[in-house]
């Protein structure tokens, strides 16, 4: 919304603070704070020290740190590449016809299926279908990076099959015209245009994968502990501040991670 009076500036910007600072900020900032006490002395913590960000980075926080990072680049590149193939595939599926149009409203709707149900429910459903042979994941580190994949291939299949209907058909009628194969013109053509949109879901797939906890409490083994788990199993016996310094832990390495992708982003939609 556009405010062009100084008075509505102001008024728009103390609406924001107003919502922002109690509901995102101030929880965020008390995590912070937690983080560096020892103690709690009424309202706040108190007793600063940085101990709990030494155990942090090392032993079984550092090793749960590296499982989800794993977990979560192995599920975005799996999910980007299974919901870019979908959605190219239902955007050839749409221009076919009345029967291609629903057979690409059937497509949408299975991968957003995962989305529409409660993520225990994911897990659950994962951890009934993989339990017996032939295909056995129960009790493996490829189960939990299965469950994480399914979770946030709807997002990558929504995010670019949005960036597909807003491709110029030009450009791919003029390469097809020059003599281009389809697999060239895929590769030359359409991947670098979705490149930008590409990034974004991979960074939507990775901070959802990295945050993850309901899925993953249902299906992860004693090896492959995620880094979401320990701070729900650190908290829940009543380290509160070790929790607190593991969940800062967590979301600086995402969002380091989504600044890099936003730095490629930023490249890519200059090109």
């Not at 590149?77 to 690409?104: C, F, S, V």
């Not at 979401?228 to 009543?238: A, K, M, N, S, Y």
């Amino acid at each position: 919304m556009l405010v062009h009076s100084r008075t509505g500036r102001w008024t728009a910007w103390a609406g924001f603070a107003v919502l922002f600072v109690p509901l995102f900020a101030l929880p965020l900032l008390v995590i912070v704070a937690a983080s560096f006490s020892t103690n709690w002395s009424g309202a706040f913590p108190s007793g600063p020290t940085t101990a709990h960000y030494a155990a942090a980075v090392r032993g079984e926080s550092l090793q749960a740190l590296t499982t989800s990072l794993v977990t979560a680049v192995t599920a975005s590149l799996i999910a980007l590449t299974a919901g870019t193939w979908a959605a190219l595939a239902g955007a050839a599926l749409g221009a076919g016809g009345p029967w291609g149009r629903r057979a690409k409203r059937v497509l949408d709707g299975l991968f957003m299926l995962p989305v529409a149900v409660p993520s225990v429910v994911v897990g659950l459903a994962v951890l009934v279908a993989y339990s017996q042979p032939p295909v056995l994941l129960n009790g493996t580190r490829w189960i939990v990076i299965l469950a994480h994949t399914v979770l946030v291939t709807a997002f990558a299949h929504q995010s670019v099959s949005a960036a597909v209907v807003r491709l110029d058909p030009m450009y791919e009628q003029a390469a097809a015209s020059l003599g281009a194969s389809p697999s060239y013109v895929l590769l030359r053509v359409k991947l670098p245009l979705l490149l930008p949109s590409l990034n974004a879901a991979a960074g939507l797939c990775f901070a959802l994968s990295m945050g993850e906890l309901s899925a993953t409490m249902m299906l992860y083994p004693p090896d492959w502990t995620p880094l979401p788990v320990l701070i729900f199993t650190r908290t829940d016996r009543g380290a509160l501040f070790t929790g607190s310094a593991l969940a800062v832990v967590l979301m600086a390495a995402t969002l380091l991670a989504l600044l890099a992708v936003s730095r490629i982003r930023t490249k890519a939609s200059y090109r």
